[in-house]
């Protein structure tokens, strides 16, 4: 596997090391306001947010589109989601550009960026992007479509229905599993039958690659030949990637309770924010100093959005009915 | 100048076959609509003319036929999905309830989902269990949906077209028993168009109002003809669509003949029906002479396949008739 350094520049990874931080950094906040009583409920992409961010840095945001899923919060950042914007969507503020302060945080949406509006059910965009892929192969306009979930979603049905359709009909589409080894508190040995996920891919003719999703490029590099293969006409792809839950499922899940207490410091140990700086130092591209102050940066940031977004207004309880249908 | 005749099936399809013609953003998607032009043939040599893109055969998945007419959707095409029988729509509930209809709504107006899923529906044909179910009170149920359910040629195609139009997504179901029962004359292009949630007056009559839909319509002009050779003259609509449906015309009428009753194929309990009843009852209340009753279907899971049962589920002339005269009485 390539490292993807010659296609990435210092500027692209340094940028996506910042939004890596963001979300972190978000997530944090969040987590605080939620046992202040201020949120009421959130899913947090803890231990997710470096293979979400490199997938994204290997797509096109704008052009591409994205059906995301509900831990998909670093990679909603990626796409160009404002940490403001992320915080009306958290405080369920009217201004929250996905829904309007009506679905929870984490069902992602806006028109202009290409990021399709989510659900809170499990597994329907995988299908719905199979749908996507092919009005992006019927447009012919270089455009893919990539949808993401976990390895609990492959469960359903819709999983098999989405790669199927993708493959049959050679669709832009790239499928990206995080598996992260918990469906709530379902470990993977009871979900997943075989050897993981990826393999599955050999069932619909299409190739299905594993990564390590703590290693930025090896991510990026997976995501950027299945972009490459997609948009040459060649069908959809199957990733991967390796990630840990460092967060409960959600604000009202504690995984203490089902979760072995040494398995869990071994997996904060492993967290992969600190491997991807490491590995930025290694090439001279971050020294201890810029980390510091692109830190400061994004701790002001945050705090920034927390206020401004903490004091926008709530929806109006007379906008309840609007947007049922077209004219109402 | 005579326009040409055409039964239901022929109206769906010439339905789909002029907007196919004026709109190059419609296609259509399902199992075995292309080469075999759909198993009642209501999408018969589209495949042909259109080509094999804009009328694609699917893999036998329901679920995943409507969430690829959505993500079409989501990318400004116009997808007429196909589901082979009503029945076989529940596949694709979730992504028809959940998805689909909740589209404008939870990005707050940001997307839409225009996109119209048919489906064959009703009994009457020896379906038995899984080709013969009624389940617009389902669909009904879902905000967000738009609901039709024609009974004749010309409704269906003037209401198909105007679905295919329609901003939002609708569910269209069509009585299969009528598929092939009667031939009419029915008018093309933009003549042809029909507004949906607009009833029409079947029969007009000043004793009782009976509100039906689908295959009932012709069952309950049966009985309307023995119960007016007893002097009893019932009023008939059809609400033709049901999400949203026509209660204006409904309470006008009942406010001339103060009775009503709601004739449905369904299974009676939580049938669309009950949802008219219970509107009418409410709305209509200082107008009534009589309770306002409902005529439907037993309560038993669904239609038989032996004869002498699915006879004993369906409702018939006679039965509608017994239903309508103990209205009239009361």
Redesign the interface.
């Given at each position: 596997m390539p490292t993807d350094d010659r296609t990435l520049t210092r500027e692209q990874v340094l940028d996506a090391y910042r939004t890596v931080l963001r979300a972190r950094t978000l997530d944090d906040r969040r987590f605080v306001l939620n046992r202040a009583g201020k949120l009421a409920f959130i899913i947090s992409p803890r231990g997710h947010e470096v293979a979400q961010v490199a997938a994204i840095t290997a797509l096109q945001p704008g052009g591409d589109?994205f059906c995301l899923y509900y831990r998909n919060f670093a990679a909603a950042l990626a796409c160009g989601f404002t940490p403001e914007e992320l915080m009306l969507s958290a405080f369920a503020r009217a201004a929250?550009?996905?829904?309007?302060g009506?679905?929870t945080p984490g069902?992602f949406?806006?028109?202009r960026r290409g990021v399709?509006?989510g659900?809170s059910?499990v597994g329907?965009q995988?299908?719905?992007?199979?749908?996507?892929?092919?009005?992006?192969k019927?447009?012919a306009e270089g455009a893919l479509?990539y949808v993401s979930f976990g390895e609990g979603a492959t469960s359903q049905?819709?999983f098999h229905?989405?790669l199927?359709?993708a493959a049959?009909h050679r669709c832009p589409v790239i499928f990206f599993c995080e598996n992260n080894r918990w469906a709530i508190s379902v470990p993977q040995p009871l979900q997943v039958a075989g050897p993981g996920v990826a393999e599955r891919a050999a069932g619909y003719g299409i190739p299905g690659v594993r990564v390590h999703g703590d290693d930025f490029f090896a991510v990026h590099a997976a995501v950027r030949q299945a972009a490459e293969r997609a948009r040459a006409g060649d069908g959809p792809s199957l990733i991967e990637a390796e990630v840990l839950r460092l967060q409960s499922h959600s604000t009202d899940d504690d995984q203490r309770a089902y979760r072995d207490a040494v398995e869990l410091a071994a997996e904060a140990a492993r967290d992969p924010i600190p491997r991807m700086r490491e590995a930025l130092m290694q090439r001279g591209w971050l020294t201890a100093e810029a980390d510091a102050s692109l830190r400061e940066e994004v701790n002001r940031d945050v705090e920034r959005a927390t206020e401004s977004a903490e004091a926008a207004a709530d929806p109006e309880p007379g906008s309840l009915g609007?947007?049922?249908?077209?004219d109402a | 100048m005579r326009m040409p005749e055409r039964n239901l099936v022929q109206a769906v399809r010439d339905a789909l076959y002029e907007e196919m013609e004026r709109d190059d953003r419609v296609c259509i998607l399902g199992e075995d609509v292309g080469r075999k032009g759909g198993v009642f043939k209501a999408t018969e040599g589209l495949q042909q003319r259109f080509g094999p893109q804009r009328v694609l055969d699917t893999p036998l998945a329901e679920s995943s036929i409507a969430a690829v007419a959505q993500g079409l959707a989501l990318e400004g095409f116009l997808a007429v999905a196909e589901m082979q029988f009503a029945d076989y729509s529940f596949p694709a509930f979730n992504q028809i309830v959940n998805e689909i209809a909740k589209v404008r709504y939870r990005s707050n107006g940001d997307f839409a989902c225009p996109l119209v899923i048919r489906a064959p529906t009703g009994g009457g044909v020896r379906g038995a269990l899984y080709h013969s179910q009624s389940p617009e009170a389902f669909y009904c149920h879902v905000p967000g949906l738009k609901v039709v359910l024609p009974s004749t040629p010309a409704d269906a195609k003037g209401l198909l077209k105007a679905a295919i139009r329609d901003p939002d997504p609708v569910i269209f179901l069509e009585p299969k028993k009528l598929y092939r029962a009667e031939r009419q004359e029915v008018g093309d292009g933009e003549a042809a168009v029909l507004p949906m949630g607009v009833a029409s007056l079947v029969r007009p009559g000043t004793d009782l109002t009976a509100v039906t839909y689908g295959y009932m319509r012709a069952v309950t002009v049966q009985a309307a003809s023995r119960l007016s050779a007893d002097g009893i003259e019932v009023e008939i609509i059809d609400l033709r669509t049901l999400r949203p449906w026509d209660v204006e015309s409904c309470i006008r009428s009942i406010e001339k003949t103060g009775r009503v009753a709601v004739v449905y194929e369904a299974n009676r309990t939580g049938g669309f029906g009950a949802e008219v009843a219970a509107e009418l009852a409410e709305r209509c209340f200082a107008s009534l002479d009589a309770p306002v009753s409902r005529i439907a279907s037993p309560d038993v899971p669904a239609m038989p396949f032996s004869p002498p049962l699915e006879h004993a589920f369906m409702l018939n002339p006679d039965k509608v008739a017994d239903g309508l005269r103990r209205v009239a009485r009361y």
């Open positions: 589109r929250d550009p996905s829904s309007g009506r679905q069902n949406g806006s028109r399709i509006i659900s059910t329907p995988i299908p719905k992007a199979a749908g996507i892929g092919l009005a992006l019927w447009k479509c049905g819709d229905e989405g199927n359709f049959i609007r947007h049922v249908y077209a | -």
